[in-house]
């Protein structure tokens, strides 16, 4: 078994090729032009490189050629940064993902797990969120996921292509980039709190978010391509919790045996003020899975960082995906 995962060496990505080269013996394929991901992500993993981009197609047929499947995590992820400049995104996240599809298709019997993302459900104020609720997405990168996903649908009705498009909720994790513009909240707390900062919070900290720990999205991630799970529909990856960023601060204090100071920030454009997943669509594909929990998650991610800080990295270090 072949599997093309493309943002591989991205913090998803790469989380995703460690489990998937360990646990399955699979052929790992990582593509990834390291605008955002790292090479040293896939030390000691069992895994291929291939530098370049999903825009070109013709490196795409090469690397898919013989693979059962593609996990597509690649992007330009953060909605600040589609913010500054949605072409970039769009160009990134919606043609990257048809040009992913369309190499699937030439391919022929190739399964594509997409990664799309819970933003697109944008304004929608209910809650918990589940799929067959109207997406009023709030950003550019919202649009093209959403774009994204439902070219994944499109392929499915329309060339009979396997796909399992996935909505993430605010992944973090070992890996995940911290210390710049776009760092996404969790490792833009833990990077602060261990470099003495206070903690930047953008308004009030009352929003709310379905935190989910890497593991629990690779483990879903590792069996969607063991089994071949599909569904033209899009899938909430998410367990269905909710915590406000104040909450986390609280608990990172916790971990960190000290209080914490916070600094607040204006809202951010495009920021939604609370996320939360129905996972009734998710357990019924994937019944045996269960989450790991926030608290073990925070405990694993400030370990990584101090391991991180220990080695004399820099804190910027990581990588990111979809």
Not at 185 to 214: C, K
Not at 234 to 259: D, K, Q, W, Y
Request: aromatic share 6%; with cysteine.
């Amino acid at each position: 078994m072949k599997v093309v995962v493309t943002g591989g060496a991205g913090f998803i990505g790469a989380n995703f090729c460690r489990v998937l080269s360990a646990e399955s013996g699979a052929e790992v394929v990582a593509l990834d032009d390291l605008s955002t991901g790292f090479r040293t992500n896939l030390d000691g993993v069992d895994a291929t490189l291939v530098e370049g981009s999903i825009l070109d197609r013709d490196l795409l047929d090469e690397v898919v050629s013989g693979a059962s499947s593609i996990v597509h995590l690649a992007a330009i992820p953060s909605v600040p940064r589609s913010v500054a400049d949605p072409l970039a995104s769009h160009a990134a996240n919606a043609t990257g993902t048809l040009e992913v599809l369309d190499a699937a298709r030439r391919a022929g019997d190739v399964h594509v797990v997409v990664a799309s993302s819970s933003s697109v459900y944008g304004r929608n104020p209910e809650l918990p969120k589940h799929e067959g609720l109207r997406c009023e997405p709030m950003s550019p990168y919202a649009v093209n996921k959403l774009a994204a996903e439902t070219y994944a649908g499109a392929y499915a009705a329309c060339y009979d292509l396997e796909v399992l498009p996935f909505r993430f909720f605010n992944v973090f994790g070992p890996l995940q980039a911290a210390g710049h513009a776009y760092a996404a909240v969790i490792p833009a707390f833990v990077d602060a709190a261990m470099a003495g900062r206070a903690l930047p919070v953008h308004g009030d900290g009352s929003q709310s978010r379905d935190f989910t720990y890497v593991e629990s999205v690779t483990r879903v991630l590792r069996e969607a391509v063991v089994r071949r799970a599909t569904s033209a529909s899009p899938v909430n990856l998410a367990f269905g919790s909710r915590t406000t960023l104040m909450e986390v601060v609280a608990m990172l204090g916790e971990i960190l045996g000290r209080r914490l100071e916070v600094e607040h920030l204006p809202t951010r454009p495009g920021d939604v003020p609370h996320s939360q997943a129905d996972d009734s669509r998710l357990r019924a594909l994937f019944p045996e899975l269960s989450p790991v929990p926030l608290r073990t998650g925070l405990e694993r991610t400030v370990a990584w960082f101090e391991e991180l800080a220990g080695s004399g990295s820099a804190s910027g270090r990581g990588g990111s995906a979809a």
